[in-house]
């Protein structure tokens, strides 16, 4: 707009200072924008009205169309200064066309046809975060999971039944769920289920259940730890593999250091699956893009090295120190925090002379040296001095450390 346009008050939401789309008023009298008085209530779990701050008697929002069509009016008369006009609203979802198409799936019918009702609720959660919320805290998310464990089995899986089981995922993944539902994923039977997804699915429907399990790992990894198949832990580590797309892969790893660093058992599982290997292979190079995978795959390497066998497999790798080692200073310095702490675990528990002489080629040593002069954590700076003293007798003489470097009196 060329000129600055005058705005009637009443036009604009008093909590996002906006024109109003969709206006609606509460139990006190107020209007406010559906979206915002929404978001206020449900994600922000307030129970007032923000412009008196009354406790509301009831949630119930009823449109204010009289004041919808002012403003249409009012877009429509200025339309020549660049004001677009504001669309009818979309009606809210209808809470017995809901539960007809529950029940339609409850009902249990063929394959092909309960793919066309799921896609149909898909389409409304992915409409509007009005019919997101009503589809959350009705039946919804329960009939949903129950046909994922019960639908999704290694005896009757077919194209269309593991299409229906990923339609049912990108419906809860377009949900808020409540804690308690996402905790009932962490059934034996659902991680079943969503091992399997890992593994066989589609690239959205991996990606669906990744971003569910982080979910379920942030309430109940105890559950998860207790009630998880190789399936799921081996599904997670060839998502980080394939690099589905970037928002998979940081799910995975969170899921599995998440996991590792509460079960010894998952730790290992996690090892014997490759996951060093994995790790080391394809710890990125840094962009913009990758920092937090990064930063990931360097915390899991952390957690898997905290155990001899993460430590072995580490060492054995040729390429271990030196990725790692490469990734100090060249990612943020809570990539170089994990690398220092990987370096040290090494240096602690398998110091071998081909380790110390590696960490000296690949310029480990000098890193650790520098570390000590510039601003960094003071964990990561004990770390680095730990390692120096504990080592320095071999490091103190070689021709790759300056002796400016090395500023210790060991």
């Not at 309960?114 to 998310?141: H, T």
């Not at 990606?207 to 207790?226: G, Y």
């Not at 675990?345 to 071998?352: D, E, I, Y």
Request: charged share 25%; hydrophobic share 40%.
């Amino acid at each position: 707009m060329d000129e600055e346009i005058e705005v009637p008050s009443y036009f604009v939401c008093p909590i996002s200072m906006q024109i109003m789309r969709d206006p609606v008023t509460v139990c006190t009298g107020f209007t406010y924008e559906r979206e915002s008085i929404e978001r206020w209530m449900y994600e922000l779990q307030k129970n007032t009205c923000p412009a008196t701050m009354q406790v509301l008697d009831n949630r119930d929002l009823t449109p204010n169309h009289t004041l919808r069509r002012l403003i249409q009016q009012w877009c429509i008369a200025i339309s020549s200064a660049g004001v677009p006009r504001i669309a009818t609203p979309d009606p809210p979802l209808d809470s017995n066309h809901l539960k007809k198409l529950l029940g339609e799936i409850e009902a249990c019918p063929p394959p092909p046809f309960l793919v066309k009702v799921l896609k149909k609720l898909r389409s409304l959660a992915e409409k509007n975060e009005g019919n997101r919320r009503c589809i959350a805290l009705s039946e919804a998310p329960a009939v949903l999971i129950s046909l994922i464990e019960s639908q999704f089995t290694e005896s009757d899986e077919t194209y269309d039944v593991a299409v229906a089981c990923e339609e049912a995922l990108g419906v809860l993944h377009a949900l808020h769920l409540p804690d308690d539902t996402v905790e009932t994923l962490a059934t034996a039977s659902c991680l079943a289920s969503l091992g399997s997804i890992l593994k066989r699915g589609t690239c959205n429907g991996r990606l669906h259940a990744a971003v569910l399990l982080q979910k379920v790992s942030t309430k109940s990894v105890k559950r998860i730890v207790m009630n998880g198949n190789d399936d799921l832990i081996e599904g997670l580590l060839e998502l980080v593999t394939e690099e589905v797309c970037h928002k998979a892969t940081v799910a995975a790893l969170q899921v599995l250091t998440t996991m590792s660093i509460n079960s010894r058992r998952s730790r290992m599982k996690a090892i014997e699956a490759g996951a060093v290997s994995i790790l080391i292979e394809t710890l990125p190079e840094q962009t913009s893009e990758t920092k937090s995978t990064c930063e990931w795959m360097l915390c899991l390497l952390d957690v898997l090295c905290r155990c001899a066998e993460g430590r072995v497999a580490m060492v054995d790798h040729a390429m271990g120190i030196p990725v790692i080692s490469k990734k100090i200073f060249r990612v943020s310095q809570s990539a170089t925090e994990k690398a220092v702490r990987i370096l040290w675990s090494l240096c602690q528990f398998c110091p071998s002379e081909r380790i110390l002489k590696e960490m000296l080629h690949v310029d480990a040593v000098t890193k650790l040296c520098m570390l000590l002069q510039v601003d960094c954590t003071p964990k990561t700076k004990c770390k680095a001095m730990e390692m120096l003293k504990l080592h320095g007798n071999c490091w103190r003489n070689s021709s790759c450390v300056p002796s400016r470097m090395y500023p210790l009196k060991l």
